[in-house]
């Protein structure tokens, strides 16, 4: 699937068979215009979301854009006008609204996350933390917030976790058949091993065939230790209820990636209202 077709999807759950209520008190034939505005401060995302709705429901309307994705808004900012079909424009109200409040939430506090990272090297990552059938968008709204998607879904990426590990009989385990099954199937995915202390570390280390450690729940002391030890043979992860308040000092350690699932799961949506005007 792609962007449109989750569009279409979300159209017809909130249409349905009919928008009645401007069908009932707008004339067919009515032409009006709104515009988009900011009620609070922010990174917006989901402007180009936005005028793919407005297509998908009247490829007739003229939407005219004066802020893009990734920019810093303020409250009375205008981030675009729509005008033509008065019926279209509001069968498309919600949806468009939805959808850059809760990306332009994702953005914003990616964003700040991000902040807390600069002069370092290390890399904020999202998770599959998110909304069932939305997960398209908020990805994107992660990339505009200056972050970098981790995989996208379970099937473009081993990521053996700790219940993985639990049920396939442990670290070596786990990765023996996860390579086993790549052999078997042809398939080129990329191999992530999670350990959970220092000592599943030097077993994960001992057996190799991986591409990249994630180190879960750490204290800093011990991501110190696992970045030496490791000593650069793999690409690490830090992850595990990393807030504003660790993150630069997780980042210190020498970690390459952070991975966050905060970025979709704990968001507050932007205040932006569509108005006539």
């Given amino acids: 699937m792609d962007i449109r077709d989750y569009i279409r999807l979300a159209l017809s759950e909130d249409v349905g068979d009919g928008d009645h209520t401007s069908l009932s008190t707008i004339p067919r034939d009515a032409e009006r215009r709104a515009r988009l505005l900011v009620k609070e401060d922010g990174i917006v995302a989901g402007v180009e979301v936005a005028k793919i709705i407005f297509e998908e429901v009247d490829p007739l309307l003229e939407v005219e854009l004066f802020i893009q994705d990734g920019q810093p808004i303020k409250k009375g900012d205008i981030v675009l006008h729509v005008s033509g079909d008065a019926q279209a424009i509001l069968k498309a109200e919600r949806l468009v609204l939805n959808t850059m409040q809760r990306m332009s939430g994702i953005a914003t506090y990616t964003h700040s996350l991000v902040s807390l990272l600069d002069g370092l090297p290390t890399k904020l990552l999202d998770t599959r933390k998110t909304t069932p059938n939305f997960r398209i968008f908020e990805k994107m709204a992660v990339r505009i917030g200056g972050a970098v998607n981790h995989r996208y879904a379970l099937y473009d990426m081993i990521l053996i976790k700790d219940n993985h590990v639990d049920y396939a009989g442990g670290i070596e385990a786990a ?17 992530e091993i999670e350990v959970r202390n220092l000592v599943e570390l030097e077993e994960a280390l001992r057996v190799g065939k991986i591409q990249r450690i994630m180190l879960d729940n750490f204290s800093v002391e011990d991501l110190r230790t696992a970045v030496l030890r490791i000593g650069g043979k793999y690409p690490t992860e830090a992850s595990g209820g990393i807030r504003e308040n660790t993150m630069r000092a997780v ?14 799961h704990q968001i507050k949506s932007l205040d932006l209202s569509l108005k006539a005007y």
């Fill in 175 to 191: 990765i023996t058949q996860a390579n086993a099954y790549l052999q078997r199937t042809g398939r080129t995915l990329q191999i």
């Fill in 251 to 264: 980042a210190e350690t020498g970690v390459d990636f952070i991975s966050c699932g905060a970025l979709t």
